[in-house]
T-cell receptor
Framework: EAGVVQSPRYKIIEKKQPVAFWCNPI?????LYWYLQNLGQGPELLIR????????DSQLPKDRFSAERLKGVDSTLKIQPAELGDSAVYLC??????????????FGQGTRLTVV | GEDVEQSLFLSVREGDSSVINCTYT??????LYWYKQEPGAGLQLLTY?????DMKQDQRLTVLLNKKDKHLSLRIADTQTGDSAIYFC??????????FGAGTRLTVKP
């Protein structure tokens, strides 16, 4: 079974440019997370979807970040315009809430963004 | 506090036991997890424990949970050089969101 797939793996852009990340969760997983991981730190939640509904986006900087999960499957995370401080690894994870409370999150390999 | 807290570094010799500690934030958290991250890779689930348990053993891994103190630990027996990585503690809250600590970098010396 394929795991969580993210693309691209690496992205280098100039500041003020837009950028988008894509995530394909594990088939059947209804919960999808986007996390931000700065160097030397743990993942910080940006947004969580239950199916197509964003149920927790309190940590998403809405002035420049947006996300969507059309049809409750794939998701994209966009930054426009990017700032130098956005350089980080963006992790996508998914879990299957219907399995009950033990819904471990499976992570993709992440997209490493460098803003220059 | 609001944060899941872990010590940042741990160094052990090959063959020794490693103990990584964590304090979490929400007494109603349902599951506690330990994830491992190797350089350039995503997070890999190592083990987990349900909040009504106080211990779980899985081969070389032992998880201890003190729910009263909101303290979680991971013991790795017979630590190998391949265990060198960053270990993250995480809690699943009743709202279904997951919160992570900053990670403990384990270095295993030959």
């Amino acid at each position: 079974e394929a795991g969580v797939v993210q693309s691209p793996r690496y992205k280098i852009i100039e500041k003020k440019q837009p950028v988008a990340f894509w995530c394909n969760p594990i088939s059947g997983h209804n919960t999808l997370y986007w996390y931000l991981q700065n160097l030397g730190q743990g993942p910080e939640l940006l947004i969580r979807y239950e199916n197509e509904e964003a149920v927790d986006d309190s940590q998403l900087p809405k002035d420049r970040f947006s996300a969507e999960r059309l049809k409750g499957v794939d998701s994209t995370l966009k930054i426009q315009p990017a700032e130098l401080g956005d350089s980080a690894v963006y992790l996508c994870a998914s879990s299957d809430r219907d399995r009950g409370l033990n819904t471990e999150a499976f992570f993709g390999q992440g997209t490493r963004l460098t803003v220059v | 506090g609001e944060d899941v807290e872990q010590s940042l570094f741990l160094s052990v010799r090959e063959g020794d036991s490693s103990v990584i500690n964590c304090t979490y934030t929400d007494s109603s958290s349902t599951y506690l997890y330990w994830y491992k991250q190797e350089p350039g890779a995503g997070l890999q689930l190592l083990t987990y424990i349900f909040s009504n348990m106080d211990m779980k053993q899985d081969q070389r891994l032992t998880v201890l949970l003190n729910k009263k103190d909101k303290h979680l630990s991971l013991r790795i027996a017979d630590t190998q050089t391949g265990d060198s990585a960053i270990y993250f503690c995480a809690e699943r809250r009743r709202t279904n969101d997951m919160r992570f600590g900053a990670g403990t970098r384990l270095t295993v010396k030959p």
